[in-house]
């Protein structure tokens, strides 16, 4: 069992981002046993949910004549367009349908205002607005983040850079995560985990992970 001082973050385990979700990640769905498994180690769990509305203005089809995965700059700085996904109480909006989300004791949703996209557990991409949660976490006295989820190279991948600015010890399981890997993205997560002294283990790391 982890520590009193230790929070599992598990991000957006949701029906779009695993097979045939309208922003697949490849093998999402791979690492929801592991990831359910994971979350019995740990006395605290806190789960990220994507949460936008229709007409996003990270979606391509917000921007006519573009398509997904081109870049536009948008006033908060260059933004990857993406496929209309996650999309407010929608079923790929839905956790995983064998996620064990009950175990979690708060649910933080993110991309919900229209203007601005939102990967980071801890602020949207203007990297100023605040989710709250690095002062939930410091008033439950919690010192070390760990993190598992989707994608590694974007939504686990800034939310552990932020929560390593704010202050926190943090580790990423990585098989307990899957990548998008799209323009090199895995290998600079990567790099940038290294710069910023963010801990990556594979999940035996932890001492046995009962089934």
């Excluded at 407010?88 to 004791?105: I, L, P, V, W, Y």
């Excluded at 801890?122 to 605040?130: I, L, P, V």
């Excluded at 974007?154 to 939310?159: H, L």
Aim: charged letters at 20%.
């Amino acid at each position: 069992m982890a520590g009193r001082a230790d929070v599992l973050i598990v991000v957006d385990i949701q029906n779009d981002f695993c097979s045939d979700g309208a922003l697949a990640v490849p093998g999402g769905e791979e690492i929801v046993p592991l990831v359910n498994r994971l979350m019995g180690r740990f006395a605290h769990v806190v789960l990220t949910q994507d949460w936008h509305p229709p007409g996003h203005l990270s979606f391509a089809s917000a921007h006519p004549g573009r398509e997904p995965f081109e870049t536009v700059d948008l006033p908060y700085g260059p933004q990857i367009l993406w496929p209309d996904h996650c999309i407010q109480d929608t079923s790929g909006a839905a956790f995983h349908a064998g996620f064990d989300a009950a175990r979690a004791e708060m649910i933080v949703r993110k991309g919900f205002r229209r203007a601005i996209d939102s990967y980071s557990a801890f602020f949207e991409n203007d990297r100023t607005t605040s989710t709250g949660l690095a002062g939930y976490l410091r008033e439950r006295g919690f010192t070390r983040v760990f993190l598992a989820g989707l994608a590694y190279d974007f939504c686990v991948r800034f939310s552990a850079e932020d929560a390593r600015r704010e202050g926190f010890a943090v580790t990423v399981i990585e098989d307990a995560c899957r990548s998008i890997d799209t323009g090199g993205s895995r290998a600079a997560t990567n790099d940038s985990f290294a710069r910023l002294g963010v801990r990556r283990i594979m999940a035996a790391q932890l001492g046995p992970v009962a089934a």
